[in-house]
């Protein structure tokens, strides 16, 4: 669990340098990046003595931990889930974006959620709406990362933010809301830290990789990893700057692929985000033998982000979600406290905010069932 993993992993300090280097290096020539390979080299990774790297948001290159969330040893109550929490993907994915929707004045006020077990077919973003309408002035499908199963949210106020987070049908970022049904709609909501100019820059994520040739399996790889991406000469666009692994041992995860910290230049943040969120991608290598050769044999690698939980979509990478998910546990946990005190007539608590009431605008695509819109606007849909 959390506990057991968090200590782990940090990359040592005195290698620091290589990886800034390997990421801001502007002199390099775009068209024969193998001459820079040997920036990030195959290290002995030391085992971590404190939580400090596993706890910081939007964490620089060298530093991602492996972890399985649970917010009951980690997580204080009336307190949303944290940035921490978030998948690095979806944490990388604010980072780049945060510019087009925070201001001076709003930075406390956006967060992340996404659904707890949802089984039904109804609309995702519509649920979202409905049930956070008395507390959110904007909501927006998060597309990519997350796999479309988690929304951008703005709070109307302080005041809203800080009322929802009291309210008894919330715990540790887990609300509970009945919205007229026997069976409650429940939704994870994760703060979101603001973005300083201080805030560390995240060019790196962790992946698992699949496909991988057999020769070497059980040894540390980065480096032949690495070289056997690069040297393919249409994968130079994505600008792989190095590969590190997490200890001396392979390292796999739930599903079977192993794992490895990726690095790339900051520029290319958005491709490999797009690259990883399309299901069945492959992307070419060289193969190696047992010395770690290369050979003139290609492979079709698949590289995808760390496992999540099905249920509450944070990190689970060595599947401890997938028997007792802890959100679900705290969901569980609210819905008996309240018993039959939320009937589903009752209406939701509207806060007297000094920021706009109006309903959420929906910025997302339909889905329902009717006849397709034959405009949009002033254009004709057509193929």
Same mark, same amino acid.
């Given at each position: 669990?959390?506990? !057991?993993?968090? *200590?782990?992993?940090?990359?040592?300090?005195?290698?620091?340098?290589?990886?800034?280097?390997?990421? !801001?290096?502007?002199?390099?020539?775009?068209?024969?990046?193998?001459?820079?390979?040997?920036?990030?080299?195959?290290?002995?990774? +030391?085992?971590?003595?404190?939580?400090?790297?596993?706890?910081?948001?939007? @964490?620089?290159?060298?530093?991602?931990?492996?972890?399985?969330?649970?917010? +009951?040893?980690?997580?204080? @109550?009336?307190?949303?889930? %944290?940035?921490?929490?978030?998948? =690095?993907?979806?944490?990388?994915?604010?980072?780049?974006?945060? &510019?087009?929707?925070?201001?001076?004045?709003?930075?406390? +006020?956006?967060?992340?959620?996404?659904?707890?077990?949802?089984?039904?077919?109804?609309?995702?973003?519509?649920?979202?709406?409905?049930?956070?309408?008395?507390?959110?002035?904007?909501?927006?499908?998060?597309?990519?990362?997350?796999?479309?199963?988690?929304?951008?949210?703005?709070?109307?106020?302080?005041?809203?933010?800080?009322?929802?987070?009291?309210?008894?049908? &919330?715990?540790? *970022?887990?609300?509970?809301?009945?919205?007229?049904?026997?069976?409650?709609?429940?939704?994870? /909501?994760? #703060?979101?830290?603001? /973005?300083?100019?201080?805030?560390?820059?995240?060019?790196?994520?962790?992946?698992?990789?699949?496909?991988?040739?057999?020769?070497?399996?059980? &040894?540390?790889?980065?480096?032949?990893?690495?070289?056997?991406?690069?040297?393919?000469?249409?994968?130079?666009?994505?600008?792989?700057?190095?590969?590190?692994?997490? %200890?001396?041992?392979? /390292?796999?995860?739930?599903?079977?692929?192993?794992?490895?910290?990726?690095?790339?230049?900051?520029?290319?943040?958005?491709?490999?985000?797009?690259?990883?969120?399309?299901?069945?991608? =492959?992307?070419?290598?060289?193969?190696?033998?047992?010395?770690?050769?290369?050979?003139?044999?290609? =492979?079709?690698?698949?590289?995808?982000?760390?496992?999540?939980?099905?249920?509450?979509?944070?990190? %689970?990478?060595?599947?401890?979600?997938?028997?007792?998910?802890?959100?679900?546990?705290?969901?569980?946990?609210?819905?008996?406290?309240?018993?039959? #005190?939320? *009937?589903?007539?009752?209406? @939701?608590?509207?806060?007297? #905010?000094?920021?706009?009431?109006?309903?959420?605008?929906?910025?997302?695509?339909?889905?329902?069932?009717?006849?397709?819109?034959?405009?949009? *606007?002033?254009?004709?849909?057509?193929?």
């Amino acid at each position: 669990m959390n506990s !057991d993993n968090k *200590g782990k992993n940090k990359r040592p300090a005195d290698n620091e340098p290589d990886s800034e280097k390997s990421s !801001d290096d502007k002199g390099s020539d775009d068209n024969d990046p193998i001459e820079d390979a040997t920036i990030l080299k195959s290290t002995t990774v +030391l085992p971590q003595t404190t939580l400090e790297v596993s706890t910081m948001a939007y @964490p620089p290159p060298g530093s991602l931990t492996l972890f399985t969330v649970n917010p +009951l040893l980690n997580s204080a @109550p009336f307190e949303f889930a %944290s940035t921490s929490d978030l998948p =690095y993907e979806l944490q990388l994915w604010w980072q780049l974006y945060h &510019h087009r929707h925070v201001t001076v004045k709003d930075t406390d +006020l956006w967060a992340m959620v996404t659904l707890i077990s949802q089984q039904t077919k109804s609309n995702l973003y519509e649920l979202v709406k409905k049930v956070l309408n008395h507390s959110i002035n904007y909501v927006e499908l998060i597309i990519g990362p997350g796999a479309s199963k988690f929304f951008l949210i703005r709070f109307k106020g302080t005041r809203a933010k800080e009322l929802l987070q009291k309210d008894n049908r &919330h715990d540790r *970022g887990v609300f509970v809301s009945f919205l007229g049904s026997h069976k409650p709609t429940s939704l994870l /909501i994760f #703060d979101l830290e603001p /973005i300083a100019p201080t805030t560390p820059t995240m060019s790196s994520l962790l992946v698992t990789m699949h496909g991988l040739p057999f020769p070497l399996h059980t &040894h540390q790889i980065c480096d032949t990893v690495w070289g056997s991406i690069a040297a393919v000469t249409k994968n130079h666009p994505l600008k792989l700057t190095g590969v590190r692994e997490l %200890s001396k041992k392979p /390292i796999f995860a739930h599903g079977g692929g192993r794992v490895f910290e990726i690095h790339f230049e900051q520029a290319m943040a958005v491709k490999w985000l797009k690259l990883l969120s399309r299901p069945n991608k =492959y992307i070419d290598m060289f193969g190696w033998d047992s010395k770690g050769a290369e050979t003139d044999e290609r =492979y079709n690698l698949q590289i995808r982000f760390i496992p999540t939980c099905s249920q509450c979509g944070t990190s %689970s990478y060595d599947g401890a979600h997938l028997l007792a998910c802890p959100f679900v546990k705290i969901r569980d946990l609210i819905s008996k406290a309240l018993g039959r #005190d939320l *009937g589903p007539r009752q209406k @939701p608590l509207l806060f007297d #905010d000094t920021e706009t009431t109006t309903p959420v605008a929906s910025t997302s695509t339909s889905t329902s069932t009717n006849k397709p819109v034959r405009k949009i *606007g002033n254009f004709t849909v057509r193929d």
